[in-house]
């Protein structure tokens, strides 16, 4: 989807509160337009459809992280997501690595980092 | 008459003899008798199975050669100790020993020895029994079962280590986000007001205090539970318990009640920790009802030496397969799942029980049962 140049519209879902507030004011600061939900199921196919790129984790109470990316896809097949998660294993990344669309982004994250990555996959959505 | 003896005696003599002979021959088992001395006189065919001599290799040799060491070395002195005293060290019963073949294999052996005496004559018959293939059996068994209880150690230790970082990173990752706006924010604007900064600073007080509680529950749960055991009055025990909640509990349109029966008086217990188990089984209570409206009900219960004290709620239940009292098993979002893990170790380690009941129509009991009197640990 078309896009001003560095503004982008960014869906975080997260279901830790702190992790969450963190890094959509970190992304509204450099002025970003953020959509925070801490539920998978609440987010609204407008916010995905409006969404540059979907900033989730990779183990959530209610959905894993890899089924609502699965799902986000679903309704729109360009969307990239990164997957923020403390624990990993290979299978987890090989997991990942399997599907081009996600980014593992390990905890505790570095901001920069993150919106890196939220930038280079919004550039190639 | 009398030729007529004899030869009805000699048909009778190899009738036993044949017939024996069949049995000898037949048998599974090794059967092999030696003499007063340890000679053998006699081997069957499965000892010759089993063991790789023919008869003819055996027969008027000393059995020790069927022997590894040390029962080699110490058969005679068996032998001679039992013909001077009378004390059998195998006869009548079934040993497991070690055996040695022709090619020098020592195997696992089932061995029960009998003794046949006519005149001064002795016959000391051993049967026995082959049981390397059993014995190599068992081991594979046991090997398996022990790689298969090394696994599932591993899979525990893979589990809890993927639950504590999981746990101790979500919040460290919260605060160190939170940190990094602070820092972000003061960077970009060294004149930034102070208000600007305080939610996060305020959450970062805030995730250092739950890490603080993680820590502090899983070192809860990693100790051993020791108990200051003293007389707790029942009735005012409970009733603080349920005045500390019944404010929560009616901001949720929840109706908190107790039950308190004449009879159950008071108990012995360590009281910090058993109102830290009631404590979470009242909050349980009422945030599985969540919002009203609903009942939880707190009942206390004697039984000859035990005090049951019973916390219930109406709310929608527990799902079968949800295992309550297993590390890491929580059906609330951001719950550790370790609450009702520490409390079970509580009241076992007062030589209680802990136990879900699932009620009907909905709704959960947890039951505690208590001794009314602990022995201090």
């Known amino acids: ?125 | 008459m009398n030729d007529d003896r004899t030869v009805h005696a000699l048909r009778v003599l190899q009738l036993n003899e044949a017939r024996w002979q069949a049995i000898l021959d037949t048998a599974q088992d090794a059967i092999i008798c030696i003499d007063r001395t340890g000679d053998v006189t006699l081997f069957n065919r499965a000892a010759e199975r089993i063991f790789g001599y023919g008869a003819d290799e055996v027969l008027g040799r000393n059995v020790r050669m069927l022997m590894p060491s040390p029962y080699q070395d110490e058969h005679d002195e068996y032998l001679a100790s039992y013909h001077a005293t009378g004390t059998p060290k195998a006869i009548g019963r079934v040993r497991e020993v070690q055996a040695r073949r022709k090619d020098g294999e020592v195997f696992p052996i089932e061995l029960s020895v009998s003794e046949a005496r006519v005149g001064d004559q002795v016959i000391y018959s051993a049967f026995i029994r082959d049981v390397s293939e059993r014995r190599t059996m068992e081991n594979a068994l046991g090997e398996a079962r022990r790689l298969a209880e090394q696994r599932e150690r591993l899979a525990d230790i893979g589990a809890i280590t993927a639950r504590i970082v999981h746990d101790l990173g979500n919040p460290l990752a919260g605060l160190s986000m939170q940190a990094q706006l602070i820092h972000r924010r003061v960077t970009r604007d060294p004149e930034r007001p102070a208000r600007d900064l305080g939610g996060a600073a305020e959450r970062i007080v805030s995730e250092v205090r739950r890490l603080d509680g993680l820590v502090k529950d899983f070192l809860d749960f990693a100790r051993q539970q020791r108990l200051e055991v003293r007389t707790i009055p029942l009735p005012p025990f409970l009733q603080r318990l349920v005045d500390l909640w019944e404010p929560v509990a009616a901001a949720r349109d929840i109706e908190l009640t107790l039950d308190v029966p004449s009879d159950c008086t008071e108990l012995t217990g360590d009281e910090d920790k058993l109102r830290r188990v009631l404590d979470n089984l009242v909050k349980n209570a009422v945030e599985a009802i969540d919002h009203g409206p609903g009942h939880v009900a707190v009942r206390a219960h004697r039984a000859d030496e035990r005090i049951r004290v019973t916390v219930s709620d109406d709310g929608p239940g527990v799902p079968e397969t949800v295992e309550m009292f297993k590390l890491f098993e929580t059906t609330k979002r951001g719950g550790s799942g370790l609450g009702l893990s520490i409390s079970k170790q509580i009241v076992l380690a007062h030589g209680g029980n802990i136990a879900v009941e699932r009620l009907q129509p909905h709704g959960t009991a947890i039951h505690v049962d208590l001794p009314t009197r602990v022995a201090a640990v």
């Not at chain 1, 409006?50 to 209610?62: F, G, K, N």
Request: net charge negative.
């Open chain 1, 1 to 125: 989807m078309s896009r001003p140049c560095s503004t982008l519209t960014v869906v975080v879902v997260v279901d830790d509160a702190s992790f969450r507030s963190g890094v959509a004011a970190n992304l509204e600061d450099d002025g970003h337009v953020v959509h925070q939900y801490e539920d998978p199921r609440d987010v609204p196919a407008s916010s995905l459809d409006a969404a540059h790129v979907v900033i989730s984790d990779y183990q959530m109470a209610e959905i894993d992280g890899i089924t609502f990316a699965d799902r986000v896809r679903t309704r729109r097949a360009d969307l990239n997501v990164v997957l923020t998660t403390a624990y990993w294993t290979p299978e987890m990344e090989a997991e990942v690595a399997a599907r081009p669309f996600l980014r593992l982004c390990r905890k505790p994250v570095d901001y920069d980092e993150l919106h890196g990555l939220a930038h280079e996959l919004a550039d190639a959505c």
